[in-house]
């Protein structure tokens, strides 16, 4: 058996990548944090080991708003690629929006279902979890009950 590689680029191809390897968690994520950083409705997060994904090209930019989580990017055109949460040890969680072949990672599952815009209606029959999908480590705390300025 070959090991999978999926490839990724941003919008306006400053950042290329590449995935080796399954991911072990593709969830969507309904999160207002994420929605205002991603700039949509929701997200699919890809969770795979940071030593998985390889940048080929670029540079990517960072920033964090909510302590503990550091969000990565295309400085030039935004696209979205990723964030690592401290609190959740060695994962590193890509945008499905960042690979070439987005239809080839098919979710398993809601978080912060809660936090679901009212108006999007989802007839499949994952979980659905309001929180977070993954065991995150308490010391670190939750963004929700973080001051985030």
Known sequence: ?????????????????????????????????????????????????????????GNPKSFSKTPGVLRSFCGDCGTSIGYR????????????????????FRPQAHAYWRQKLPWLAFADPLPRIDGYSRDRDPAFGYPADRDCG
């Open 85 to 104: 949460d401290e609190g959740i040890a060695d994962e590193l969680y890509l945008s499905i929006g960042f690979f070439d072949r987005p239809e080839a």
């Open 1 to 57: 058996m070959t090991e999978r590689i999926e490839t990724g680029a941003c919008f306006c191809g400053a950042i290329a990548a590449e995935l080796r390897g399954e991911p072990f968690w593709i969830c969507y994520d309904h999160d207002d944090d994420c929605r205002r950083a991603i700039g949509s409705p929701l997200t699919i997060w890809i969770g795979v080991r940071p030593s998985q994904f390889r940048i080929l090209r």
